[in-house]
């Protein structure tokens, strides 16, 4: 089945970067999109990046453009998602998700995603 496995969260300082990757397995995605949500506790989950694995065209929500980066590994089948200029607001839990067949034309909405991951925190201190 399909399995999704994010790593590379942690703490650090605001202004700093960390690459989060999303290990995807247990079907072939050329034709999906792959997207990043986040939740802070007690807010709801949000968008924050996504892209068309075939073609690559990518998505992002405004309070993260210009600072985070997604884009995705062929061969090993993961995508990432490279963030930068990290601020206090981005302090979440990010999960990692596969809209497959894309329902939507344009991917950002939580509800049109098939499969989670289990989730990667992130914590910037100020």
């Known amino acids: 089945q399909v399995q999704l496995v994010e790593s590379g969260g942690g703490l650090v300082q605001a202004g700093g970067s960390l690459r989060l990757s999303c290990l995807a397995s247990?079907?072939?995605?050329?034709?999906?999109?792959m997207g990043w949500f986040r939740q802070a506790p007690g807010k709801e989950r949000e968008f924050v990046a996504a892209?068309?694995?075939?073609?690559?065209?990518?998505y992002y929500a405004d309070s993260v453009k210009g600072r985070f980066v997604i884009s995705r590994d062929y061969i090993n089948n993961t995508v990432y998602l490279q963030m930068s200029s990290l601020k206090p607001e981005d302090t979440a839990v990010y999960y990692c998700?596969?809209?497959?067949?894309?329902?939507?034309?344009?991917?950002?909405?939580?509800?049109?995603?098939?499969?989670w991951g289990q989730g990667t925190q992130v914590t910037v201190s100020s």
């Open positions: 892209i068309r694995w075939s073609i690559g065209t990518t």
């Open positions: 998700a596969a809209d497959k067949p894309p329902k939507s034309l344009l991917p950002t909405r939580a509800i049109s995603y098939d499969y």
């Open positions: 247990g079907a072939t995605f050329s034709s999906d999109d």
